[in-house]
């Protein structure tokens, strides 16, 4: 999602006339769009911003800008914590970006943190020549997992009109685009709000019509909201690859109650279960939380059993990182980090031993 937000911003300042350049040094614009999931992306992004005041020294009328997740969560105090700052915005601001450098060319220095809900007023526009691109279809979440910041900072679910949503897609595929991959939060929650009656599985149908498009992708799911029609129109389609990446985050049942997850391991492996039966070759990645707050050892041991059983093709492993705002965060039983490292490298090793089983059942067969 912030890839497609890069995008976005960078295609609406190419078509206000700006021009990119390799060379920091010659920049009359500096944007850094950030991440706040977790604290060590957040620390990057702020370390990286303190770099800039080199270049605004040698240049006072640079404009540099901090876009994204962090500008959401500590708002206009960064303004006074970085003087070399122009323009702070968040993700629902974007829209807005004109406006904002035209204040910050005067001299001023400004902040869009709520946006004026204008997600979608502008059109997925495509720079330069590519056969594969992004198309958020939804923005937010409604979900308010305990450890998670993002209805916070990118707020509640929208969903994009269908109509507009299949106009973007066709005008990609008129200028040769023929990959796009749906994009939200929670895509399989897509269509509440909408005054039309159209859900994900719905979506999917109509985005598979479109003539010379070859290939559809989305991305990310919820477990709570995958239903047999999602799995089996995913079946059913050629064009729509045959991949799922599904979140479990631990396979714990206590774990996940604490986490606001909406479903047990039961449920997840029916899921997978399902999806296979439907889709012998499909591939299956997850990501997984580890230490979070009162996680004991035998937790961590059902999250390890999850991965012998389901045996993903991949896996996206985390510490857990407290975040503000989350509840999580005034949980009880935080894990000390040296734990946290050896409950990840531990995750680590047997996805590795089980990818490596999984080649060789690939060259035996071969």
């Given at each position: 999602?912030?890839?497609?937000?890069?995008?976005?911003?960078?295609s609406?300042?190419?078509?206000?006339?700006y021009?990119?350049?390799?060379?920091?040094?010659?920049?009359?614009?500096?944007?850094?769009?950030?991440?706040?999931?977790?604290?060590?992306?957040?620390?990057?992004?702020?370390?990286?911003l303190?770099?800039?005041?080199?270049?605004?020294?040698?240049?006072?009328?640079?404009?540099?800008?901090?876009?994204?997740?962090?500008?959401?969560?500590?708002?206009?105090?960064?303004?006074?914590?970085?003087?070399?700052?122009?323009?702070?915005?968040?993700?629902?601001?974007?829209?807005?970006?004109?406006?904002?450098?035209?204040?910050?060319?005067?001299?001023?220095?400004?902040?869009?943190?709520?946006?004026?809900?204008?997600?979608?007023?502008?059109?997925?526009?495509?720079?330069?020549?590519?056969?594969?691109?992004?198309?958020?279809?939804?923005?937010?979440?409604?979900?308010?997992?305990?450890?998670?910041?993002?209805?916070?900072?990118?707020?509640?679910?929208?969903?994009?009109?269908?109509?507009?949503?299949?106009?973007?897609?066709?005008?990609?595929?008129?200028?040769?685009?023929?990959?796009?991959?749906?994009?939200?939060q929670?895509?399989?929650?897509?269509?509440?709000?909408?005054?039309?009656?159209?859900?994900?599985?719905?979506?999917?149908?109509?985005?598979?019509?479109?003539?010379?498009?070859?290939?559809?992708?989305?991305?990310?799911?919820?477990?709570?909201?995958?239903?047999?029609?999602?799995?089996?129109v995913?079946?059913?389609?050629?064009?729509?690859?045959?991949?799922?990446?599904?979140?479990?985050?631990?396979?714990?049942?206590?774990i996940?109650?604490?986490?606001?997850?909406?479903?047990?391991?039961?449920?997840?492996k029916?899921?997978?279960?399902?999806?296979?039966?439907?889709?012998?070759?499909?591939?299956i990645?997850t990501?997984?939380?580890?230490?979070?707050?009162?996680?004991?050892?035998?937790?961590f041991?059902?999250?390890?059993?999850?991965?012998?059983?389901?045996?993903?093709?991949?896996?996206?492993?985390?510490?857990?990182?407290?975040?503000?705002?989350?509840?999580?965060?005034?949980?009880?039983?935080?894990?000390?980090?040296?734990?946290?490292?050896?409950?990840?490298?531990?995750?680590?090793?047997?996805?590795?031993?089980?990818?490596r089983?999984?080649?060789?059942?690939?060259?035996?067969?071969?």
């Amino acid at each position: 999602m912030n890839v497609a937000d890069s995008e976005r911003i960078r295609s609406l300042l190419l078509r206000d006339g700006y021009q990119e350049t390799a060379d920091m040094g010659e920049a009359g614009l500096i944007i850094l769009n950030t991440c706040a999931v977790r604290k060590h992306a957040e620390d990057r992004a702020l370390a990286r911003l303190n770099s800039l005041k080199h270049y605004k020294r040698k240049n006072p009328d640079l404009i540099i800008g901090l876009f994204g997740c962090v500008p959401s969560f500590y708002g206009e105090k960064l303004l006074e914590e970085f003087p070399h700052l122009s323009i702070l915005c968040g993700p629902k601001g974007i829209g807005e970006i004109n406006s904002l450098l035209q204040k910050a060319e005067k001299g001023e220095r400004v902040a869009s943190l709520n946006g004026k809900n204008n997600l979608f007023d502008d059109r997925c526009i495509l720079t330069g020549k590519k056969k594969a691109v992004f198309l958020p279809i939804m923005q937010g979440c409604d979900n308010f997992c305990s450890y998670c910041v993002v209805p916070y900072t990118r707020g509640r679910e929208r969903s994009k009109p269908s109509l507009q949503i299949m106009e973007e897609a066709e005008n990609l595929v008129s200028q040769g685009v023929r990959e796009i991959m749906l994009l939200g939060q929670n895509v399989n929650s897509y269509g509440k709000g909408l005054t039309e009656k159209i859900d994900f599985a719905g979506l999917l149908k109509l985005v598979g019509k479109i003539k010379d498009l070859e290939k559809i992708k989305f991305m990310t799911s919820h477990p709570k909201d995958i239903s047999q029609n999602l799995l089996e129109v995913i079946a059913s389609s050629e064009k729509i690859e045959k991949r799922l990446h599904l979140p479990v985050q631990s396979g714990s049942d206590s774990i996940l109650e604490r986490m606001n997850r909406g479903y047990t391991v039961k449920d997840y492996k029916k899921i997978i279960k399902n999806a296979r039966e439907l889709m012998p070759k499909i591939s299956i990645s997850t990501d997984i939380i580890v230490g979070f707050p009162g996680e004991r050892e035998d937790d961590f041991r059902q999250t390890l059993k999850l991965l012998t059983e389901i045996r993903f093709d991949s896996i996206f492993a985390f510490k857990y990182s407290n975040r503000p705002k989350t509840a999580a965060g005034r949980f009880p039983g935080q894990i000390p980090q040296e734990e946290k490292e050896r409950r990840l490298k531990e995750i680590l090793e047997l996805q590795r031993e089980i990818n490596r089983a999984k080649r060789k059942a690939v060259q035996k067969i071969l």
